[in-house]
């Protein structure tokens, strides 16, 4: 076992492991690899291994891993200001925000941490907007089954999985799930006291499963004939994941809210609420906070991965590249009948397998591809926008071989 040097110490991959298992909260099933350096989509690991990325830290690391315009940008930042707080100006949030607003169509940004932070702005400013209007019980929240918008109290309100939720019950109340694909439901469930509906253009942790056209037109004929604002969660899917600056407008959705983060600060964190101007014009001094958020070295970063993405072409790389990703994908599950169906846009794809999806991860894993599993049976795959069709190939044979190995199936 290699080595890797901490504080003068020489530590090996299993004195990392034991130092975690003693003190670290130990909520994280990890994967016993110790990981220490990236190049572009490859990762080294403490013991020698190196690994193509197809996972990006699950949809964080846009600009691959070892990125210099990232590392020199946020390194000189380090070097003139980090942080100041909200209690004073910078000169970078506006520039963020700015960006945002161009991108998405919706004017005002609230910066924070985490997508579940942004999640949390939503709710809270969906809420306030009525609160505004003088409906103080318009409070309400519809969401999605198979949703997912993360592990703060609130934002867990929203998320479907209960395995999630049962060990922190009371959540927020009065969140009503609907099928997923249920236009009926939809409309059955929204009343006068919702708030909003919220919604990710494409499920993420639940399984890669796209926003059917119908519940699309479904939202935006409900949130038309009750007023019902609508939050797109575009953390996973959005900036850039699918080859489009947000997911929203492949589907004609049309939010007043929406949260961002994973690939906004290309790894250094960082997460936003978006809204339109109605919902902004609700707000007022001192409704919401974050000591963190949106400071210089976040916003640093988030300058960077968008300069990259809108002037660097790099939105266009994500769909040309994930149209070849597509074509690779189709033609695996056509040789493998394991694979039931294949679900995605762009850069982020889920292969839904007719049985357990671990091994599958675990035999990629043991060939130096990462990957992961969602929802059970499916196989999800987020590489780097940097990612270049040679590795999207090699990639695609390495899953092969796993694919071959877990179920035992003579390739093809
Ligand atoms: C769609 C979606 N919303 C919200 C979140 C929560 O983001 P975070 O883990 O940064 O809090 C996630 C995380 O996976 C997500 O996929």
Redesign the pocket.
């Known amino acids: 076992m290699t080595t890797t040097e901490a504080h003068g110490k020489t530590r090996t991959a299993a004195d990392v492991i034991a130092a975690e298992s003693a003190h670290v909260l130990q909520v994280y099933r990890r994967n016993q690899v110790v990981l220490e350096r990236g190049r572009g989509c490859r990762l080294f690991a403490a013991d020698g291994r190196s690994f193509l990325d197809f996972l990006s830290g699950?949809?964080v690391a846009a600009l691959g891993h070892g990125h210099p315009g990232l590392a020199a940008a946020i390194g000189a930042q380090a070097l003139e200001l980090i942080h100041t707080s909200n209690l004073f100006f910078h000169p970078l949030q506006g520039q963020v925000a700015t960006r945002l607003s161009d991108l998405s169509g919706l004017p005002r940004a609230f910066f924070c941490n985490?997508?579940?932070?942004?999640?949390e702005a939503c709710l809270k400013f969906a809420r306030r907007y009525w609160r505004a209007q003088g409906a103080q019980d318009r409070t309400r929240f519809v969401a999605l089954e198979h949703?997912?918008?993360?592990?703060?109290m609130g934002?867990l309100s929203v998320t479907w999985d209960d395995h999630y939720r049962a060990p922190f019950a009371p959540l927020v109340p009065e969140v009503t799930f609907v099928p997923n694909d249920d236009p009926a439901a939809l409309a059955a469930a929204v009343g006068d006291k919702t708030a909003a509906i919220i919604a990710?253009p494409i499920?993420?942790?639940g399984g890669v499963r796209p926003l059917s056209a119908r519940m699309a037109a479904a939202i935006n004929e409900t949130c038309g004939r009750t007023g019902t604002l609508l939050i797109a969660?575009?953390?996973?899917?959005g900036l850039g994941r699918t080859g489009r600056p947000f997911h929203f407008s492949a589907l004609g959705l049309k939010p007043d809210l929406m949260?961002i983060?994973?690939a906004l600060g290309a790894g250094v964190?960082i997460?936003a609420a978006l809204f339109s101007e109605r919902v902004a014009a609700a707000a007022a001094f001192g409704d919401h906070g974050s000591t963190y958020g949106g400071n210089l070295l976040a916003c640093r970063a988030a300058l960077v991965f968008l300069e990259e993405l809108v002037d660097g072409g790099l939105m266009k790389h994500v769909e040309q590249v994930g149209r070849h990703a597509e074509k690779q994908l189709r033609a695996l599950a056509a040789a493998h009948p394991e694979i039931r169906e294949v679900r995605g846009a762009g850069l982020m794809w889920g292969l839904d397998l007719d049985r357990p999806a671990a091994p599958v991860v675990e035999a990629a894993l043991a060939k130096g591809l990462l990957i992961n599993r969602t929802a059970e049976t499916v196989i999800r795959l987020l590489p780097p926008y940097v990612i270049s069709e040679a590795e999207i190939d090699e990639g695609v044979a390495l899953l092969d071989a796993a694919l071959t190995a877990a179920t035992g199936k003579p390739q093809s």
């Open positions: 699950i949809g985490s997508g579940a932070e942004a999640i949703g997912f918008h993360g592990r703060t934002s990710e499920q993420g942790e969660d575009e953390v996973q899917c949260s983060g994973k964190p997460g």
